[in-house]
């Protein structure tokens, strides 16, 4: 099993910038695809960004790209979310995965999950 804990959410106000930490623990970090996830209230969960073990393979959603970005650190078994010029449409809960397969746009293609952390933007 690999446990996913996730850091860094809070209230801030448009245009300003974050980011986020998702801590592994349990079996070992690797060689797990990760990715970030996010769900507004009322929505489905959607895809953020990914990445692959070794970071050679990032993705990200066509809302987020520019403005975030996802890497990792896998001497700390830690995985990474900037976001920078933050909406408030980028309101919600972001949620950090792990996948035994490769780096994937789907939820269903991770078998690790975190408990959340709350993003807010004012505007």
């Known amino acids: 099993q690999v446990q996913l804990v996730e850091s860094g959410g809070g209230l801030v106000q448009a245009g300003d910038s974050l980011r986020l930490s998702c801590a592994a623990s349990?079996?070992?970090?690797?060689?797990?695809?990760m990715g970030w996830f996010r769900q507004a209230p009322g929505k489905e969960r959607e895809f953020v960004a990914a990445?692959?073990?070794?970071?050679?393979?990032?993705y990200y959603a066509d809302s987020v790209k520019g403005r975030f970005t996802i890497s990792r650190d896998n001497a700390k078994n830690t995985m990474y979310l900037q976001m920078n010029s933050l909406k408030p449409e980028d309101t919600a809960i972001y949620f950090c995965?792990?996948?035994?397969?490769?780096?994937?746009?789907?939820?269903?293609?991770?078998?690790?999950w975190g408990q959340g952390t709350q993003v807010t933007v004012s505007s």
């Open positions: 990445v692959s073990w070794r970071s050679s393979f990032t």
């Open positions: 995965a792990a996948s035994q397969g490769p780096p994937t746009s789907q939820p269903s293609g991770y078998k690790f």
């Open positions: 349990g079996r070992t970090f690797s060689p797990l695809a």
